[in-house]
């Protein structure tokens, strides 16, 4: 069963600019977190942001959190050529054993 | 820095063949995931593992997969026989349940196509 959904499915921006993407869950969660994955490779873990938290920074992420609307979006400052990559949110099954379940990630190009 | 490990990198094989998938999780995590990725989607948890034993299996598709993590270090997906439908890439992830947070750190991958 699918949990998250990220938007949009696709992105395509100019190097330089920002990009957001969303992800919007149906159950509540104690955590989401934020995945990178190049092409033809593994992902590589973002950021996770608690269900206490509204915004987390890390470098050039921004990451905020509502859960009243269920929704997380997450946004990267002056992209890179090298962002180029799917982005995914996992949120947490409610299971006692960390269970995540990812959405079907968003496709970002970065075009120099 | 401490990686997990798959191998193969890429497999191709002929529908009702026998595969298998190989994978070493980061020293000390007692939590390893296998997960199936079709193309253009997100990872599908398959089974996850918590030292040897499983802790949910309920996506694997039991009449042809199988999976074992023998002394709760490494592991072995296996698929018998191999459908058309099975082409994929499968991705080992393995996460410390004592640390914060829950990051999960993944290998590399394996490429199946099957003929």
């Known amino acids: 069963s699918q949990q998250g959904e990220e938007d949009p499915q696709a992105l395509s921006i100019q190097e330089g600019e920002n990009a957001t993407m969303n992800c919007s869950y149906k159950?509540?969660?104690?955590?989401l977190q934020w995945y990178r994955q190049n092409s033809g490779r593994g992902l590589v873990h973002l950021i996770l942001?608690?269900?206490?938290?509204r915004e987390k920074h890390s470098g050039r992420l921004r990451v905020t959190l509502d859960t009243s609307k269920k929704s997380s979006s997450l946004l990267i400052t002056a992209s890179r050529a090298a962002d180029t990559a799917s982005y995914f949110c996992a949120t947490d099954a409610g299971t006692s054993y960390d269970k995540v379940i990812f959405g079907p990630g968003t496709s970002l190009s970065v075009i120099p | 820095e401490a990686e997990v490990a798959q191998s193969p990198r890429y497999k191709i094989t002929e529908k009702s063949q026998a595969v298998a998938f190989w994978c070493d999780p980061i020293s000390g995590h007692a939590t390893l995931y296998w997960y199936r990725q079709i193309l253009g989607q997100g990872p599908e948890l398959l089974v996850q593992f918590q030292d040897e034993s499983v802790v949910d299996d309920s996506q694997l598709p039991k009449d042809r997969f199988s999976a074992e993590r023998l002394k709760g270090v490494d592991s072995t997906l296996k698929i018998q026989p191999a459908e058309l439908g099975d082409s994929a890439m499968y991705l080992c992830?393995?996460?410390?349940?004592?640390?914060?947070?829950?990051?999960?750190?993944f290998g590399p991958g394996t490429r199946l196509t099957v003929l």
């Open positions: 159950t509540s969660i104690n955590n």
């Open positions: 992830a393995s996460s410390d349940p004592g640390a914060p947070g829950n990051e999960q750190f």
């Open positions: 942001i608690r269900s206490n938290e």
